[in-house]
């Protein structure tokens, strides 16, 4: 079964840093991998999705990373801002599944 | 926009209530959606896919009896709490994503369930 894990669970930086969230995932064998934000209560707003045969992603100041071999993904965050202020999670789509297995979530706060 | 819609976001009732939770796709068909749930800061637990004209596949551990699953159309899936107690208290979420899988996942706002 595919476990998913990030690090660090929480995050607080000032604003104006760029930061990088870790998710590593047990099985290669994927389809793709979304990241998603929450903010509390929530439902969940798709950020970036990389198909395995992509190395990364980019939209805006955001830029997903992809290293299937190593079972790792990373979501870089340029210049950040209090409104980037949520649980930032990722999530793996396995091979001839449809369903997600999702990590725990980094919970970031940006001071202003 | 949203293009998955989920109703209602937030439910109190009394202990031993059957409560239906509605996600809708809006702007797509979906064969299949999925539901989720999520206990305080933890991560989103796969509960069941929800497959059009057929019978839901639950993940082991989870009850089909009591969270009674219908996917009658290829827009709307429904989860339906049934007696539900206290220890369901929860937040349910669904996501649907276009056919060939190759589009991302789009989640509804979430359900808050509290039962007295």
Not at chain 2, 48 to 75: C, M, P, R, W
Request: hydrophobic fraction near 30%.
């Amino acid at each position: 079964k595919q476990e998913v894990t990030q690090i660090p669970a929480a995050l607080s930086v000032p604003e104006g840093e760029n930061l990088v969230l870790n998710c590593s995932f047990t099985d290669s064998a994927i389809y793709n991998l979304q990241w998603f934000r929450q903010d509390p209560g929530k439902g969940l707003t798709s950020l970036l999705l990389i198909q395995s045969s992509q190395r990364e992603q980019t939209s805006g100041r955001l830029n997903a990373s992809l290293d299937k071999s190593s079972g790792r993904s990373t979501l870089y965050i340029a210049a950040s801002q209090p409104g980037d202020s949520a649980t930032y999670l990722c999530a793996v789509r396995p091979r001839r599944t449809n369903q997600f297995y999702f990590g725990t979530g980094t919970s970031l706060t940006v001071i202003p | 926009g949203a293009v998955v819609s989920q109703h209602p976001s937030w439910v109190i009732c009394k202990s031993g209530t059957s409560v239906k939770i509605e996600c809708r796709s809006l702007d797509f068909q979906a064969t299949t959606m999925f539901w989720y749930r999520q206990f305080p800061k933890q991560s989103l637990m796969l509960m069941a896919t929800s497959n059009e004209g057929s019978k839901a596949t639950y993940e082991q551990g989870v009850e089909k009896d009591k969270f009674l699953i219908n996917h009658a159309s290829l827009t709307l899936s429904t989860l339906t709490v049934t007696s539900a107690h206290p220890e369901d208290s929860s937040f349910y979420i669904c996501s649907a994503s276009n056919q060939g899988g190759s589009q991302p996942q789009h989640f509804g706002d979430g359900t808050r369930l509290s039962i007295l």
